[in-house]
């Protein structure tokens, strides 16, 4: 079975733009969150989206947001770039079958904000 | 703020060794606990995962749980030069059953030396 893909692999941007990331979880997967990693804050959740609703949300301004599609693949988007969003943004999907239910990651976006 | 506190290390460990990490949580509801390794560079991946209360094994690892004293760590026993990475614990602080919202540590560097 296919792991978590997420495009692109790499992005520089500068501040200001705005970018989309793109996660398609595992096959059967419905659950989809997303985290920002930072060397100063560690793993920090976004967002989780299940059946195309966000169920859970982290900390993070409004200029976060995300979807997720009938297919459950979910994109984030980050609109007014700051430098302190230069960050790996990961992507992980569960089957979301209860308390078992373990989260798998996929390879990550390197954004770079310059 | 609901926070997952480990040790920042480096820890380091000869071969053959007990590594020993740790990792208190601050939300005693949470009830679902995961340990995830990451090697530099990657993401991170599940190790093991515990709900009970007690000791759960796999291999040479071991997670241990008490959630009166809001307690979980990870042993691993013969720890081989392949096990130095990133170590990250993560609690599960959705809204119930299986909604996710993990809060991660922000992890315990382990070194294995030959």
């Known amino acids: 079975k296919a792991g978590v893909t997420q495009t692109p692999r790499y992005l520089i941007k500068t501040r200001g733009q705005q970018v989309t990331l793109s996660c398609s979880p595992i096959?059967?997967?419905?659950?989809v969150s997303w985290y920002q990693q930072t060397p100063g804050q560690g793993l920090q959740f976004l967002f989780e989206?299940?059946?195309?609703?966000?169920?859970n949300k982290g900390n993070f301004p409004g200029r976060f947001s995300g979807r997720q599609f009938s297919n459950s693949r979910s994109e984030m988007n980050v609109s007014t770039l700051e430098l302190g969003d230069s960050a790996l943004y990961l992507c992980?999907?569960?089957?979301?079958?209860?308390?078992?239910?373990?989260?798998?990651f996929g390879p990550g976006t390197r954004l770079t904000v310059l | 703020q609901k926070e997952v506190e480990q040790n920042s290390g480096p820890l380091s460990v000869p071969e053959g060794a007990i590594a020993s990490l740790n990792c208190t949580y601050s939300?005693?509801?949470?009830?679902?606990f995961f340990w995830y390794r990451q090697y530099s560079g990657k993401s991170p991946e599940l190790i093991m995962f515990?709900?009970?209360?007690g000791d759960k094994e796999d291999g040479r690892f071991t997670a241990q749980l008490n959630k009166a004293s809001q307690y979980v760590s990870l042993l691993i026993r013969d720890s081989q030069p392949s096990d130095s990475a990133t170590y990250l614990c993560?609690?599960?602080?959705?809204?119930?059953?299986?909604?996710?919202?993990?809060?991660f540590g922000k992890g315990t560097l382990l070194t294995v030396n030959p």
């Open positions: 989206y299940f059946s195309e609703t966000q169920r």
């Open positions: 096959s059967g997967h419905r659950s």
């Open positions: 992980a999907s569960s089957p979301d079958r209860g308390q078992s239910d373990t989260q798998y």
């Open positions: 939300d005693r509801g949470s009830q679902s």
């Open positions: 515990i709900y009970s209360n």
């Open positions: 993560a609690v599960n602080m959705g809204s119930g059953g299986s909604n996710y919202k993990l809060t």
